[in-house]
């Protein structure tokens, strides 16, 4: 707007006014924004600069002391470590699930439609719903999986390792479709003649889908890597339902810590720590990802 | 009266990009210019900023001596006609015509009569109910021109408006806006790429080339006496021969290119005239109406446009002439006209 | 020129991943109708709405429903409302500060949830919103606006600049072209929208779990993981609960499945 040299006097004019109308456009989502996500990150740094025990009405500016004690807090680098787990198993699968699951829509005829309909249920219902549901299958005494394991007694949520494998694959039965939608519309983008040309070139399928697909898949496969990996690092919503981080926080992610620092020990103080850490955390990795695939992605376009 | 004036506009990109260097142009009351240029060359950057779509970076655009680049497009009084129509689909024919005028405040009654009549001029009369998806190419180019024909505007501005349509329905409808313009008397300023449609539509030609203003002149001048060996081989089709001159056996030392239209390129088999050249045919592309020969001559090659019964074999010898007084000459180095230097 | 074998190792494939992913549903919809007491067999020898009459008639169900679907709905308003304009002004027009905005949009759909719950907490508490239904929009907001900003200037760059330019040069103002000529035409887009912002507001678990204490302000989800028996949990109560739940979302899903696709994938594909 002002950037531009203007060699004539003459300043403002309707096409000045117009274009200021654009700021006005814009405004309230601007002002929603900063007053919603803005002001409460920053907030939450300043809180986690305090102790503040909100039942206590108990309040004192501390520095940095909270971060030191998270540096050495065991259960801070458990958390993380879950976290860390989850989010390379989880997404991992879900890649692995969602490319064959977007090749079987994109070669769907009849029925297209429904078949997508149906696939996205899971992604389109609460993941407290979908907890439970899985926790019913997995269900020690009752559960259908331990029935068709003719009658094992496996106890799938109480296990440490289990319960966390178990959340994983409840996280990626919810969002696998998501996934496979993303990689769908990556598909669909590719131009039938390219398939055609490495046909009469004798290229075979499985030839074509290494040298031709995959490739031109990139920057879908980097976007499903990108938004899966910052959704799971903030898992939280499954893992509350299924364990509660249980058993013996062994299951326990950095939100789900958090959460319970904020509302059950009612520590405001290092509870905003370690959302600001999680924050952090999220931060780095988008911002990893975004510079090393956004070089694959430019390749590829 | 309806007088445009460009003094010394500039467009610049944020990018670097400079889109306009530096254009003046007066266009007089009821003048029909043609822009054209190859793509790039900067001539939609220009009608944009005629239109009040983009603001020049500097100087002035006037229209009627007032000075208009600080001014929204609804306080230019123009109107135009896109490369796509830009018809809007959710609205009807009536309606698509209706519309500026429901802007501008009109009363009810002065709309219905405008649309009408615009719609009877253009014959689109049966169309009113209709959508732009409902209509072929040829009426939603007439419900574009009525748009901007009811709003009886100073100035009207064409961005490629025939480029979408097939060849024949081209040709028609070019004619229709010539009619129209003869009709109207009233200033048009038509930004096309293909040089036929500015040759014969417009009074007056702006050929434009990497953002700068290469001549400005009737189509006669334009082609005659081309300004530089760019605009020599935009016009005409086949191109225009550009050869160093001693290809055609003028010796020269002072660095200068010489061009030669295909239709002044004489050619033919057997004995040759006097000062004709020996040369050997390349490549033969009958037209139905006559017959473009290229051949080879030394290192260069040139085409003439033969009669349509003259159809050589390729790598036949045959001999072209050249008429003297037919030459251009351009500067070898910056391709600028030079006028005809007498023989050394 | 599909081999037969092709075809059946297709057939295959789709039946494994349909049993995947909707089995579990179906289970649960059988659970649902399963009698208290047969849980000990294989399968039941019966079926009985009894989960059903309890669900619906002994707890305050309709009172969940109707509290996810105000939340639901303020949510999806307030940011059509707000997110439309701007979406428009994204797509279409120059101002300084454009892509900031649409990064900054995109950033903050990444922030965890968990990092902005402890000021929101205090700062709902001190205006007297925490108890309360309103009191959940704005958080809501935080990730139900960068995604309207995203989905709907995807879906205003997808119309014709030269639209918004005829109606320029018509006479409009850019407000007016948005009103008259755009707008009309974004429709679908904003229809599409407010089905993601809908059904994930309805969805939202930390913050409704967070902010809300009351047991009749309960959404659904929350509600949903707080259904506890006297002894165990009643499972084929939690199962027909979720079902009863779940089927407007199923709906939704199977009717709009287009519309979600393309809200999904609008910008994404695009960068």
Redesign the interface.
């Known amino acids: 707007m002002g950037t531009v040299s203007r060699g004539a006097p003459s300043r403002g004019g309707s096409l000045a006014a117009e274009r200021r109308q654009a700021y006005l456009l814009v405004a309230p989502a601007v002002a929603v924004l900063a007053a919603v996500a803005l002001y409460p990150i920053g907030a939450a740094l300043w809180l986690s600069l305090h102790r503040h025990i909100v039942v206590f009405h108990e309040r004192s500016f501390l520095g940095f002391a909270n971060y030191r004690f998270l540096l050495a807090d065991a259960r801070f680098w458990s958390a993380l470590g879950h976290t860390a787990y989850f989010t390379v198993v989880a997404v991992s699968a879900e890649l692995a699930l969602g490319l064959p699951l977007a090749l079987i829509l994109h070669e769907a005829r009849r029925g297209r439609g429904l078949l997508r309909a149906l696939v996205l249920i899971p992604w389109a219902i609460p993941t407290v719903v979908a907890a439970k549901l899985w926790a019913w299958l997995l269900n020690p005494s009752y559960g259908l999986i331990n029935r068709l394991l003719g009658g094992a007694d496996i106890n799938w949520l109480g296990h440490p390792v289990l319960a966390l494998h178990t959340a994983i694959v409840v996280d990626a039965w919810k969002t696998t479709p998501f996934v496979a939608i993303l990689l769908l519309a990556g598909l669909q983008g590719i131009p039938e003649d390219i398939y055609r040309a490495a046909r009469v070139d004798g290229a075979s399928s499985f030839r074509i889908f290494r040298s031709i697909t995959l490739p031109l898949l990139r920057p879908a496969l980097a976007l499903a890597l990108l938004f899966r990996t910052l959704d799971a690092l903030r898992v939280f919503d499954a893992i509350y339902v299924l364990t509660e981080g249980g058993p013996a926080n062994t299951t326990e992610t950095l939100s789900l810590y958090a959460y319970k620092t904020l509302m059950r020990a009612g520590d405001f103080g290092y509870g905003a720590t370690l959302s600001v850490v999680t924050f952090l955390c999220v931060a780095l990795a988008a911002a990893a990802l975004v510079r090393g695939l956004g070089r694959g992605w430019e390749e590829a376009r | 009266m309806a007088r445009l004036s460009l003094e010394g506009v500039r467009k610049v990109y944020r990018s670097g990009v400079v889109a306009v260097h530096e254009v003046t142009l007066e266009v007089a009351d009821g003048e029909f210019v043609a822009i054209v240029g190859p793509s790039g060359c900067g001539k939609s950057t220009t009608l944009a900023l005629i239109a009040g779509l983009e603001q020049p970076t500097s100087g002035h655009i006037r229209i009627d001596g007032q000075p208009v680049e600080d001014r929204s497009p609804r306080e230019r009084d123009i109107a135009m006609v896109f490369q796509s129509y830009a018809l809007y689909p959710h609205m009807n024919v009536r309606r698509n015509l209706a519309f500026p005028l429901e802007v501008a405040g009109l009363a009810r009654e002065v709309i219905a009569e405008r649309v009408r009549e615009t719609a009877a001029l253009l014959g689109l009369e049966g169309l009113y109910e209709r959508r732009p998806r409902e209509l072929s190419g040829g009426q939603r180019q007439r419900v574009a021109l009525g748009r901007a024909l009811v709003r009886r505007p100073k100035v009207f501005l064409f961005d490629e408006p025939l480029s979408n349509l097939d060849a024949a329905l081209r040709t028609e409808m070019r004619g229709e806006i010539k009619k129209l313009h003869e009709r109207l008397a009233a200033t048009f300023i038509y930004v096309t790429h293909d040089q036929a449609e500015a040759m014969t539509l417009s009074d007056r030609v702006v050929v434009m080339h990497e953002g700068k203003v290469q001549q400005v002149a009737p189509p006669r001048e334009v082609y005659e006496a081309p300004a530089n060996r760019f605009v020599a081989g935009f016009f005409g089709t086949p191109r225009i021969n550009l050869v160093p001159p001693s290809t055609l056996g003028i010796e020269r030392a002072d660095g200068l290119e010489v061009g030669v239209r295909p239709e002044q390129v004489a050619i033919g088999r057997g004995g040759p005239p006097e000062s004709a050249l020996a040369a050997q045919v390349y490549l033969v592309e009958p037209t139905g109406a006559e017959t473009w020969v290229t051949v080879a001559l030394g290192q260069a090659r040139l085409t003439a446009r033969a009669p349509s019964d003259f159809v050589p074999r390729s790598g036949e010898a045959v001999w072209i002439q050249v008429d003297a007084r037919h030459l251009h000459w351009f500067d070898a180095g910056t391709g600028r006209r030079v006028s005809a230097p007498p023989s050394p | 020129m599909r081999s037969r074998g092709r075809g059946l190792g ?1 057939a295959v ?2 039946v494994a ?2 049993t ?3 089995g ?2 179906v ?2 919809v059988l ?1 649902s109708l399963w009698p208290d007491d047969q ?2 067999r ?1 399968l039941p020898r019966s079926l009985t709405v009894g989960a059903y009459a309890s669900v619906l008639g002994g707890r305050p169900f309709v009172r969940w429903i109707a509290n996810s679907l105000a939340v639901a709905a303020a949510t999806t308003a ?1 940011c059509l ?3 439309t ?2 979406g ?3 797509a279409k ?4 500060g454009r892509r900031l ?1 649409l990064g ?2 995109l ?2 759909s ?14 709902l508490r001190a205006v007297g919103l925490r108890d309360q239904l309103a009191g959940l929009v ?2 809501y ?2 990730f139900a ?2 995604m309207t ?1 995203w989905i709907l200037s995807s879906f205003f760059r997808q119309l ?1 600049d ?2 918004y ?12 072209a ?1 009103r ?2 755009l707008l ?2 974004a429709a679908p887009g904003l229809f599409t929208t407010a089905i993601l912002v809908f ?1 994930f507001s ?2 939202e ?2 913050y409704a ?2 902010f809300l204490s009351s047991p009749e302000k309960r959404t ?3 509600a ?2 707080l259904l506890a028996g006297e002894h165990k949990e009643p ?1 084929p109560e ?2 027909a609960a ?1 079902v009863v ?2 089927l407007p ?2 709906a ?3 009717l709009f ?2 519309r ?2 393309s809200g ?2 609008a910008g ?2 695009k ?1």
């Open positions: 297709y494939a789709v991943l349909l995947f992913f909707l579990p549903f289970w649960q659970t849980l000990g294989a307030l409302l707000i997110g304009a701007a428009f002004a994204l027009l120059e101002f300084r905005l900054a949009a950033a903050i990444m922030f965890p949830p968990i990092a902005t719950v402890s000021p929101l907490y205090l700062a704005p958080p907001a935080t606006l960068p900003l014709p030269e639209l330019q005829a109606a320029r040069v018509d006479g409009c103002t850019p407000l007016l948005f008259k000529v009309p035409l059904i309805w969805n678990f930390l779990l967070t659904v989800p929350v949903l993981s499972w939690i199962a979720s739940a779940t979302l199923v939704l899903t199977i499945q287009r979600i696709v999904l994938t994404a594909v960068g």
